[in-house]
């Protein structure tokens, strides 16, 4: 008699960092076939990047789950979506180096990722952040996310948790999406110039935090979305800044 192979199960992860770095948290979800929430987990991880955040949920879901249940991970973050799906064999040929022949950034991580994926079927799928009608198990993680960054604590269904509130519709007007660093864009952003021929919103910061530069951004100043997080418009990739997914690739 022939074993059936387990059905796929459907997960998502997403973590937060207020600041970036700053007060950070992450959060996977696993849903049953209707897309309806199971099993979710959030934690905090005290100062850290959004990266990191983003690294630790994927890692965090990875061990918590099944190795020999086939598994679809949703997440709305490239760089960490690119780390283990792209970049990673050149990392590993060039002994945990850069094209540029720098260290991988949060080597540890990825390392333990990389573990935790060999032998196993993973299938990522990229689904863009914060969207009306949008992934509802992207939705959850980044709430619960959210949450974990602010409280620091952690939370999940085995924890008797209840579910991490929903955003508040007067908060995200149709067409809006939120940012990590709390800030919501809708029609009132402003483009601004990005490279040749392109434009990037940029939108008022609802709380302070750093940018990638190392200096800091004011409540009510403009800041827009990089590789890393939020930041003044002009330390953006291809706008003054480097990207750290450049040095990766």
Known sequence: ??????ERVSAAC???????PGPAGWAWVVADGTDTVVRWEAGPLGTATNNVAELTALERLLTATDSSVPLEVR???QYAMKAVTTWLPGWKRKGWKTAAGKPVANQDLVMRIDELLTGRSVEFRYVPAHQVDGDPLNDFADRAAS????????AGSDLGSPQPPAATAAARPAGARRGASGATAGAASSPQRR???KTARTLK???????????SYAAGEQIAKNDEGWGHPACRSGAGGTAPAAAGA
Request: proline share 3%; with cysteine; glycine share 16%.
């Open 1 to 6: 008699m022939i074993a059936r192979m387990a």
């Open 14 to 20: 997403d973590g937060a960092s207020k600041g970036n």
């Open 75 to 77: 997440m709305d973050s």
């Open 147 to 154: 949450q974990a960054a602010v409280v620091q604590e952690a």
């Open 195 to 197: 490279g040749a021929g």
């Open 205 to 215: 910061a609802k709380f302070p935090g750093r940018c990638r530069c190392g200096r």
